[in-house]
């Protein structure tokens, strides 16, 4: 394996003129106005340069579309051997800020291979050039751990650094500190949900988390099948005893000094989902190593924020088991008691994330929070109702709900919400046990999402208590791009809601 199998893309941010700073290649933006496609203003390049390049595009017959890029050399007025102008389009939901992070990701992608990169696509002041380092660095974001002797030479690595113009000098060292705190803990949750399932299992899924918090101010605590047992945490031993690899929680504390609230996460950590007894199609597990991402999210999340030092408290449950069909499997028609003492009446084996994610919440609710927000990928009729690159956002408070839904598009995590109608609750009872854990066929994503609720308690005693306000993030499309990269988004795993629940913590922590 190549000593640089770990490398990804550094950072600078700086106040010079892009023009004048030495790199491989220097990369601009075009928009397209009234039928003319030109730079977008702001790129801070003198008027020789900015004039051959339009009339290059011109030429050319640019487009200025989202994945367009135009490559030109011999540029006058610019130090960079190479100009890449990347389409910029102004059209489409998407805020100004997002089109500048996706842009960053198409331009570091087509900049595979090359040492150092400029970023002028018009950007100014630490929003901006922060949204364009975050989509540079994730954009050229690679994942060649295991490459053998048959690719280990011949795949590029990514851009090796990129330079991003707009943030003055006495800005440049926090903004910078702070958008590589993002854009590790994205590249952290690719990297787990990338992970080969025969290498990344509950324990060393456990044991990467406690890695990686060395030196942090997170406590992490691991309980394992013994230690759930005497919890009584009967969904996630539930799921995990068709595995020869027992199951794991992971919990992870930050409470920093001064903090005034606590946020709890909770995130489905399924390592390998087959479906159990109720087995999945071929075709359709050969993602499944990929049902850990909500986990994934958390656990990176968390980190994020005490690299950051926002001061809210914070705690994490990562709900880690792998759904096999071994002998001791769980069947349709067993009843298990989940933390707390509720009993479930099993269905389908194959919508076991929600019986995992039922003890993190039972125990998040003991702890009494301020909010309490969940992440998995679910189900696959949200997929059906929102696409693969939407995150579904559902809970029992209006608000949480919607500053989250607020807070996924603003970062690029695109989200919508959804309801919970009365009418799904009646669908999960059973006269065998207190509720069983699939209902209606039919808004499989609202059911699933009603079945948690059910693990989500009140705060407070007496008649003065209230429901924890509780949020639940379905990433089941955006957590895993099957498809070609796009934007900053890789194939593989994309790090979906990471940069959700940091956006939160420092809402909290305002």
């Known amino acids: 394996m190549a000593d640089d199998a770990h490398a990804q893309t550094t950072l600078r941010l700086t106040d010079e003129e892009a023009g004048r700073i030495e790199a491989d290649a220097l990369v601009v933006a075009a928009t397209k106005t009234d039928g003319t496609v030109a730079l977008a203003d702001g790129h801070g390049l003198p008027e020789e340069a900015a004039t051959h390049l339009n009339e290059a595009l011109g030429a050319l017959g640019a487009e200025a579309g ?37 842009a960053a990701g198409v331009a570091a992608r087509a900049l595979a291979g090359r040492s150092s990169a400029v970023f002028a696509l018009g950007q100014s002041g630490v929003d901006e050039a ?138 489905k950590g399924i390592t ?85 994610m039922a003890d993190g919440l039972a125990l998040a609710t003991e702890q009494q929070p301020d909010a309490i927000v969940d992440v998995a990928t679910l189900t696959g009729a949200c997929i059906i109702a929102l696409g693969e690159r939407t995150m579904g956002v559902m809970g029992n408070d209006d608000e949480l709900r919607d500053t989250v839904t607020r807070l996924g598009n603003e970062v690029g995590d695109t989200a919508w919400s959804l309801p919970m109608p009365e009418e799904i609750r009646p669908t999960l009872d059973t006269p065998v046990a207190d509720l069983k854990h699939t209902g209606e066929r039919s808004a499989g994503a609202m059911v699933a999402a009603t079945f948690l609720q059910e693990f989500v308690g009140k705060k407070g005693e007496g008649e003065d208590a209230a429901d924890i306000p509780w949020t639940h993030i379905d990433i089941a499309g955006p957590a895993f791009n099957e498809k070609a990269p796009w934007g900053y988004h890789p194939k593989g795993g994309t790090g979906a809601a990471v940069r959700t629940l940091v956006a939160l913590a420092r809402e909290y922590s305002a």
């Open 272 to 356: 390998f989902d087959s479906g159990g007894l109720c087995i999945k199609p071929g075709a359709a597990m050969i993602t499944m190593k990929m049902d850990m991402a909500g986990a994934a999210a958390c656990a990176a999340g968390v980190l994020a924020i005490a690299q950051l030092g926002l001061p809210v408290q914070v705690t994490a449950y990562l709900c880690l088991a792998e759904n096999m069909t071994g002998d001791l499997a769980q069947r349709p028609g067993d009843i298990v008691t989940m933390r707390g003492g509720r009993t479930v009446e099993i269905i389908n084996t194959d919508a076991e994330g929600r019986l995992v």
């Open 66 to 102: 989202a994945e367009e890029t135009v490559r030109l050399t011999g540029v006058p007025g610019v130090a960079a051997p190479l100009v890449v102008v990347v389409g910029m389009p102004k059209a489409g939901p998407a805020t100004r800020v997002e089109r500048l992070r996706r």
């Open 130 to 267: 922060s949204a364009v380092a975050e989509g540079a660095a994730l954009g050229a974001y690679t994942f060649r751990e295991h490459h053998g002797v048959g690719k280990v030479e011949s795949a590029k690595a990514g851009l090796g650094e990129a330079v991003v113009t707009g943030v003055g000098a006495d800005e440049a060292e926090d903004a910078t500190a702070s958008a590589l705190a993002v854009i590790d803990a994205v590249r952290y949750a690719r990297d787990l949900v990338n992970s080969p399932p025969n290498q990344l299992y509950p324990e060393t899924f456990a044991g990467s988390v406690e890695t990686r918090a060395a030196g942090l101010p997170v406590e992490v605590e691991v309980w394992d099948a013994e230690r759930l047992e005497q919890e009584g945490c009967g969904g996630i031993l539930g799921v995990g005893q068709g595995s020869g690899r027992p199951p794991r929680l992971v919990t992870l504390r930050y409470t920093p000094e001064g903090a005034s609230r606590h946020l709890a996460l909770v995130g």
